[in-house]
Structure formats: structure tokens, C-alpha cells
């Protein structure tokens, strides 16, 4: 691995504010103890008594409605009868099915259908 390229990887803790979790990883975001503009990242002491630099995260598996359970079941019949009732007959007349009747079922002939 060629050195002095890559970014710092070392223990960074990330909370979740709404949520009130927070937890101990490794990532090179607040490895180095400042984030990507240089300012210094906030610490905290961890459970095992070190001091830690410290990432907010703004949704987090503990937070976000996929993994919750609190996720919109989305209806798609209420939007097909609103949109019924936006554009009404206009859409259902030009809606409706082409004609399947050809001028050979109907006993008229064209210039080139000549027996």
C-alpha cells in the first residue's frame, strides 16, 4: 500500500440525537479528531474509559422508519380513484379501448383488397 495517501481509520463514536444511541466503530471520518473542514470534532468519554471524537448523525438505524416500523404503507388504489376524480370522464373516454373492428369484418373493401 502506497503511504501517505489514505485517510486515517481509527475508533469514532456516532450518535444519533433523536434517538439517543450512540455507538463504537472504526471509520476514517473523525479518525484524525477533526472533521473534513479541520475543526475539531467534540469528544466524549466512552464505557471503557477512553476519550473518543464524536460524529452526529441525524438518522441512524435506531431512528429511521424503515427499520422501526413506523413506515407509510403507500395506497394505490386511493391514487388511481384520485386521480378518477381529478380528470373524471375525460381520462376513462380517452382511457377506453381502440375499436377491434377492421373494414374486412365489416364487409367494406379498400382499393387494393379488390379480389
Not at 484524525?32 to 467534540?42: H, K, P, Q, Y
Amino acid at each position: 500500500m502506497k503511504q501517505g495517501i489514505h485517510p486515517g481509520y481509527g475508533p469514532v463514536v456516532f450518535r444519533d440525537r433523536s434517538a439517543d444511541l450512540a455507538f463504537l466503530t472504526r471509520s476514517t471520518l473523525g479518525a484524525t479528531g477533526a472533521d473534513a473542514a479541520g475543526r475539531e470534532l467534540e469528544t466524549v468519554e466512552w464505557e471503557d474509559g477512553h476519550t473518543y471524537p464524536v460524529v452526529d448523525v441525524e438518522i441512524s438505524s435506531a431512528s429511521h422508519p424503515f427499520y422501526t416500523g413506523t413506515a407509510r404503507v403507500v395506497d394505490t388504489a386511493g391514487r388511481v380513484e384520485k386521480f378518477r376524480r381529478r380528470y373524471g370522464a375525460a381520462a376513462s373516454s380517452s382511457a377506453a379501448a381502440p375499436s377491434t373492428t377492421t373494414p374486412a369484418a365489416t364487409g367494406q373493401t379498400t382499393e387494393g383488397d379488390q379480389p
